[in-house]
Every structure is written in C-alpha cells, then in structure tokens.
C-alpha cells in the first residue's frame, strides 16, 4: 500500500441534461454537461490538496464523485490503495467513517428541525457505536468543545437558527469529525463567513489535520487562500486539471497560460504592481459546447492552430509539477 | 416565548371571528329579498298582519337596536329562527354537523395518508413510471369536477354495478335495527360517498408532497447525510419527510376547515344529510337565517383550522417563535 490516500486516475463525471418533450420529437441530441472531462491526481496521507477554479470548472463535482455521491467513470478511484466500491455494504460503511464532506454554506448543510447535540452524535447513534446516553452526550460534548465551542453542553439544545455562520461551521467540523475520518472534502468551508471568522475556522481545520494526520481535499476559487494553506495545488478550468504542482511553485512560477492569468490579479503582501493588469478576456464557454483541442484556447493569448484542434497531455516539467499546455 | 407566540395568536383568531360576525349581518342584509314576504309567502296579507309580524321578528326596530340584538343573542347561542323549519337555526345545523364530520373525517384521514405516501414516492423515484403515474393521477383528480365525479360514482358503483346504496346515510328502518345492524348500514353507506371525497383531497395532498420532498431533497444537509452514511430509508424518514411535512401542515389545516362546507356538492349528490346538503336546500329556498348560522360556522371553522395549524407550527417547527 502507498502513502496516497487517494488515488484518482481518468475520472468523468458527465450530466445529461433533462430535455423537453418537444425537443424529443424534435430529435434533437440531449445536451451533456461534462462536468469532469478526464481528471487524475493523488492526495498522500496528511496533505491537503486544494482544486482551484472559478464556479463551473467542476471542483465541486469531483469532491462529489471522490466521495460517490454524484455517479461517474474512471479508470481509477483508490483509498487507501482499496478501489471505492459503495455497492460493497460493509466497505461502504467504513468508507463513509473515514471520508467526510464539510459543505460551503452552513446555513443549509444543517437540518434546521434538529438540535445540536443530535446533530453532531447522529453518526454514532446511526453506527450503533454509543451505549448510553451519557456516554453520547458526553462523545458529543467532547467534539464540540474540539471543534472549539465551549463549553459543550451550553451549544446541546440549541437549533442552528440560534447560531451565528462560524457557529455553525463549527457544529458541522465537529459532526463531521466525530468518527474520526482520515481524509475530508471541504467545499469552500469558509467562503459564507465573515472575514473575520475565516481564520478561526480555518485554524481549526489545520489543527484538526495536525492532531490526527488528516488529508484535505481543499476545493476553493481563491487562490491565495490555497497558497496560504495547502501542500499542492491543482487549477481546474472545464472539467480539466490544467496545472498541478506545489503550492509555491504554481503561485510564483506556474506555466501553464491561465495559472499566469490567475496569479496576476492575484494581490501579493509588500509588492507593488507595476503595469496594467493583464485580465483575461472573454467569458467561460457554454459547458455544454463540445470543445475540440484545449479547453482554454478560447481565451488564451498564446495560442497556436495546434491548440484547437489537439487536446494538450498532462506533461510533467518538473518532478511534481504538471502542465497541459502545448506551449510548454 | 412560545406563551406569547399562542397568546397572539389567539388573539388574532377572536379578532378574525368578531369581524367574521360583523361581516355576516351586513351580508345578509344586502343580499336581495325582503325578510316578511318570505315569512308570510302571502300576497294578500294585510297591513295589520305585517306590521303584528314585524313586530315579532323585531324588524320595527331600527338597525342599529337589530345589530345589538344579533350579538346579543349569538353570544347566547341564539342563530335566529329558520323561515323554512320556523324552528331554531341551532336546532336545524345541530343534527346535520355529526354526519359531516364523520363523512369527511374519514375521507380527509384516507386522503391525507394515501397522497403523502404517492407524494413520497413520487418525489423519491423521481422521473420513473412510479413518478409519472402519481402525477398523472395526481392532475386529473385534481382537475377533475367534484360533482362530475361523483355523478359517476353513483352511476357506476350503485346503478349498474349496484354494490352501494343509492344515497343517504341509512336504509328506511334501520332506525328500528340493534346497534350492530344499523353501524354497519351506516358503514355501507359511507364507503362511496368517503372514497369519491379522497379521491378528489389525494392529488393536491400528493403534488404539495412531492414538491416539498422534491426541494427538500436538494438541500445540503440531505447531500451530508448520505456523506456521513446513513441509508437511504434512514435519510428520508429522519430527515428529509419531516422538513417536507411542513407545507403540508398548512394545506391540512385549511382543508380541515373546509370539511364542513366543502361537502356541498358530494353531499348533494349523494342525499348525504349533512351541512353540505342542508347548505343546498337553504340556498333554493332562500332559508337566509339557516345560511347566516351555515356561513358563521364554517368561517369559524377555517380560522379555528388555521389557528390549530399555527400553534402546530410552533411545535414542529422551532425557527417559528416570532
């Protein structure tokens, strides 16, 4: 067994979109969203890759698949060297302990009819894995006093209405780390807070990772906060990854055209910008247009006649970091 | 905090009724037809009779003593005296309420558990032919007029198939049966009247369910659920029906309400001898002090349904304190 916790290699997810009676006599072809055209990566034990890309780039939808709540192909999908297969019923519920999703907006990822206590203890209750009540109550005191909402009891009875955003965000860390997973997807977990609230948030999520080796699936559309908290970085642009590598490297010296695009907007503390900015033009493509060639060179300024009409490979420039880009 | 919450309420619930009252004299005493040629139906009555009648029904007075004299005796549980029966309206809705309640209890009962349950379906097996069928079924009873079916209900289970009685709520006689006899007489009779009225209540129950299912099971939290690993089944009966049962709380309640006048045109047709029947009748024959007590009791009805739905609210579902 490697030290990658996961494993992912060639995945797809493609969404049918629903079309109308008239379009079916109409014979027309349904429309296909592929969401994730082909994407591969690992993520080793205790590290925290963050998916960078602006909304519809398909970050969101490969957390998703990596954790089979949305159905997809790939030619590979490991944890722990073990192949994903939810069919499997007892595989499935060690999976679910050990892989856990912490979502965007903790306004909607708590059910608003329950209160706090049972919240974070529903997974022991479901798994069977409490005795008493005390012993519940006293589990679920403990992760939230972990998950920094002290002192516990005070937060039991409590509906999620009565909490603030970072509470909430909170109860949601603390129930998801109740079962003590190893690997988490965390689905822009601090982009509905305050700004103020962020780094709180996120101090917890790191000293959550250091306390119990965690691994972070970190999927963003900040880039500086993904430089500020992950190992590695991987920008995501249609469903496809188009640069991967350490975090230092992609920000200070990233290759591929549309990383530069990014990390030129992007503020850096203590420099001062000389020159207009160079922004990117154009819009994002209609997902459901079928692209040939590279899905960027719509709006890439270097690009080339080769560019729309071969998809560019995954190459890799240096050991650990990846670039498709012809250009490169 | 939920002291208060009752407190307003109810207060709210009596305010409503009291304008209620005050709407339903002035209603009465716009709608066409002068009271005494309706007490007397006699064209030939003299001035002295008139006057010797009005004085008896108080119509001598002036409106304001009249309006004073309708509260006072609502309060006292006096309606008014039925031109029709000449007996108390009390006396005449009295009899008629237990054969309502007792048709669209049942009816309201079956509905409400069968079109949760399709809902459920329905909005679970999305897009399948489960789905599609419910809907299907779901729109055409909806749509489907009340009486229209009824009508051949009664044609197709009593004249040609001939499996229920007619109408009415007994066969001739019963009255003189023992006690087992006459229930289930009572019972036979009941059957189409109560399944004609479900099957009219279980396609509103069942689309509202489905939808409220349908948004709920795009929430997050259900999303996290399955994350966590809970199953299926144990996800939709934690999670997703009970913040789904919310709108149908709302849509139960005002339904209630109705049960009492709703009942007219399956009460018609089907000679069922209840409020909805009586409703008929005072209308044809322009029975205004019956209708005046019809009207107050069923608007009494819907707010009291409302508030019941209210106070419920505030038990099921805790963001509602305010």
């Known amino acids: 067994m490697s030290d990658n916790i996961v494993e992912v290699k060639d995945l797809r997810v493609h969404f049918t979109l629903k ?16 969401a994730v055209d082909g994407i591969s990566f690992e993520i080793k034990q205790g590290e925290i890759l963050s998916l960078v890309g602006e909304s519809g780039s398909g970050k969101t939808t490969t957390g998703k698949a990596i954790l ?14 073990e192949r994903i297969n939810l069919k499997e019923k007892e595989y499935k519920r060690k999976f679910r302990q050990s892989a856990q999703m912490i979502y965007q907006d903790p306004y909607q990822s708590l059910n608003p009819r329950n209160q706090v206590i049972d919240i974070v203890t529903e997974p022991l209750v479901v798994n069977k894995l409490v005795e008493s009540e005390e012993e519940r109550l006293e589990l679920g005191k403990e992760a939230l006093e972990r998950a920094g909402l002290t002192p516990g009891e005070d937060f039991f009875f409590r509906y999620p209405y009565e909490l603030s955003g970072g509470q909430r965000q909170r109860v949601v860390i603390a129930s998801s780390m109740i079962m003590g997973p190893s690997f988490v997807v965390a689905d822009e977990p601090v982009s509905m807070l305050d700004a103020s609230i962020r780094t709180g948030i996120l101090k917890l999520m790191m000293d959550l990772r250091r306390e119990n080796d965690l691994a972070y699936l970190f999927i963003t559309h900040d880039l500086s906060l993904a430089w500020l908290i992950s190992d590695r970085i991987a920008i995501m642009y249609l469903g496809k990854i188009m640069e991967m590598g350490d975090s230092e490297i992609i920000i200070s010296s990233g290759k591929h055209p549309y990383t530069k695009a990014l990390t030129d907007i992007m503020p850096k503390p203590g420099i001062k910008k000389e020159g207009p900015r160079k922004v990117l033009q154009g819009e994002t493509p209609d997902p459901t247009d079928v692209i040939e060639g590279c899905k960027f060179c719509s709006r890439c300024p270097i690009k080339e006649e080769i560019c729309s009409k071969e998809e560019p490979p995954m190459k890799e420039v240096e050991p650990g970091h990846f670039v498709a880009c012809h250009k490169v | 905090m939920r002291k208060a919450y009752i407190i307003k309420k109810t207060i709210y619930a009596l305010i409503t009724i009291l304008i209620v009252l005050v709407f339903n004299y002035i209603l009465f005493r716009v709608l066409p037809g002068d009271p005494l040629s309706m007490l007397m139906r006699n064209p030939k009555a003299t001035p002295e009779m008139i006057e010797h009648v009005e004085a008896m029904y108080g119509l001598d007075e002036s409106w304001w003593v009249q309006f004073v004299t309708y509260f006072e005796d609502m309060f006292h549980g006096d309606l008014g ?41 329905a909005a679970w097996k999305r897009g399948t032919k489960a789905d599609v069928g419910t809907l299907g079924f779901a729109l055409v009873t909806y749509s489907m007029p009340t009486f229209w079916l009824s009508m051949i209900m009664l044609s197709l289970f009593c004249v040609t198939l001939q499996i229920f009685p007619v109408g009415g709520m007994e066969s001739p006689g019963m009255a003189f049966a023992d006690m087992g006899t006459r229930f289930v007489d009572i019972l036979h009779h009941l059957i189409l009247p109560v399944i004609t009225m479900s099957i009219l209540l279980i396609g509103e129950y069942a689309l509202t369910m489905r939808n409220a299912l349908m948004d709920v099971l795009e929430e997050d939290y259900i999303t996290t659920a399955k994350a966590k690993g809970f199953s299926s089944r144990y996800v939709l009966r934690r999670h997703a029906v009970p913040n789904a049962m919310l709108p149908m709380v709302t849509i139960i309640a005002i339904n209630l309400g109705l049960v009492v006048g709703g009942a007219v045109q399956v009460e018609t047709v089907f000679s069922w ?18 209708l005046q007590g019809l009207f107050l009791l069923i608007t009494v009805c819907v707010i009291v349904a409302n508030y019941i739905a209210d106070i419920t609210y505030s038990y099921i579902d805790p963001r509602v304190k305010e």
């Open chain 2, 81 to 121: 005296t039925s031109f029709v029966y000449k007996e108390p309206v009390t006396a005449v809705i009295g009899p008629k309420i237990l054969p309502t309640v007792i048709l669209f209890g049942l009816a309201e009962i079956l509905a409400i558990f069968v079109g949760i349950l399709l809902g459920i379906i």
């Open chain 2, 273 to 290: 001898p209840g409020l909805g029947n009586l409703m008929y009748e005072a209308l044809n024959s322009r029975d205004y002090p019956v």
């Open chain 1, 68 to 81: 089979g709540l949305v159905p997809f192909e790939a030619e590979k999908m490991l944890f722990r060297g």
């Open chain 1, 19 to 34: 079309s109308s009676l008239a379009q079916d006599a109409a014979g027309r072809r349904k429309k296909t969203v592929k």
